[in-house]
């Protein structure tokens, strides 16, 4: 593109109005005629006339009967003006209505490995279905860099198990909220079922990293009773810390429903039940950049849907 001078300040005593009352009038060739097209009165098109006979130092139009006649100069000006509302108007129209089956694009979404598994393979299933020509690329970042991501914009968007101090420029929208649950193999510990906070506490626990908050809330609640565990490992998989449960005489707290997807036999997975009861919220977050993008858009509706029937599959199992 090559590089235009524009001098801003010859801009600031034009009115840009004006050029839409000259292409009236020059159309039209009768002042009422062009204030009607306008929808505006005599007076104020007579008004914008005497201002823009000041602007181009010259008449423009000449009474001649009934009609305004154009002199030499509004002639001239008369094709540049029109060529340049019409430009105008292709700037100011509308985007096309957004066609998921035509469109084309990458979503980067930062999200963690266990609730990948939990909302991108529908995710996939939808768009292959919905918008073949649309690629995801899921990243696993530590919570603590989450929205510098979204700022930097190396993530579209990014789904976390936490509550972040969200700046103005940052959108979100709460997906779910779960509760927790403890994971132990009976082989390695025999515990009573209806596990205490109290008891929980003597014992040792494999953690989690690089899963949102999931590990601090959870020593949060601990500590507001005036207790502390013990985190004897802290492992960034999940199949890491099922295979850990089964091999040391550990116990694993986790969110409600993380872990659905993966084989759990032969291990005890018992609801934790406090009071007041301990509940993680799944978000996702965007950047105002994207908050009107048509594709962006879509997917985070995809998401939102997922997690919604996820939560109701959830509701409707439980009541069965």
């Known amino acids: 593109m090559n590089e235009i001078d524009i001098s801003y300040a010859d801009f600031r005593r034009v009115d840009l109005n ?39 130092d010259d008449e423009l139009f000449v009474r001649t009967g009934k009609r305004m006649e154009p002199t030499a100069r509004a002639l001239a000006l008369g094709q540049r003006v029109r060529a340049w509302l019409g430009q105008g108007a292709d700037f100011l129209m509308r985007e096309a209505a957004f066609d998921p089956a035509t469109a084309k694009g990458l979503i980067r979404v930062a999200i963690p490995d266990v609730l990948e598994t939990r909302l991108l393979p529908p995710l996939v299933a939808m768009l292959r279905s919905q918008a073949p020509g649309v690629s995801l690329r899921t990243q696993l970042r530590d919570v603590t860099h989450v929205l510098g991501a ?19 420029w940052h959108h979100g929208k709460h997906l779910m909220s779960q509760g927790f649950k403890c994971i132990y193999s009976p082989e390695q510990l025999t515990l009573p079922r209806q596990l205490s906070l109290k008891k929980l506490a003597t014992l040792d626990h494999v953690g989690s990293s690089h899963r949102g908050e999931s590990g601090s809330v959870v020593d949060q609640l601990f500590e507001q009773h005036g207790l502390k565990r013990r985190v004897v490992a802290s492992v960034a998989s999940f199949n890491t810390m099922l295979a850990t449960v089964r091999r040391a005489p550990v116990v694993a707290i986790q969110p409600c429903g993380q872990g659905d997807l993966h084989n759990m036999d032969g291990l005890v997975v018992e609801p934790l039940k406090t009071s007041p009861p301990l509940v993680l919220g799944i978000h996702m977050l965007w950047h105002a950049r994207h908050q009107r993008q048509p594709l962006h858009e879509h997917v985070r509706g995809l998401i939102d849907a997922i997690a919604h029937q996820q939560v109701f599959d959830r509701q409707r199992g439980r009541a069965r």
Do not use: N
């Open 18 to 56: 004006l050029l839409v009352a000259f292409d009236a009038l020059l159309q039209e060739r009768h002042v009422g005629h062009a204030a009607e097209r306008l929808f505006i009165g005599q007076p104020a098109m007579s008004h914008a006339l005497a201002r823009l006979r000041e602007l181009f």
């Open 150 to 168: 979204l700022d930097a914009d190396d993530v579209d968007i990014a789904i976390v198990a936490a509550d972040l101090p969200l700046q103005s």
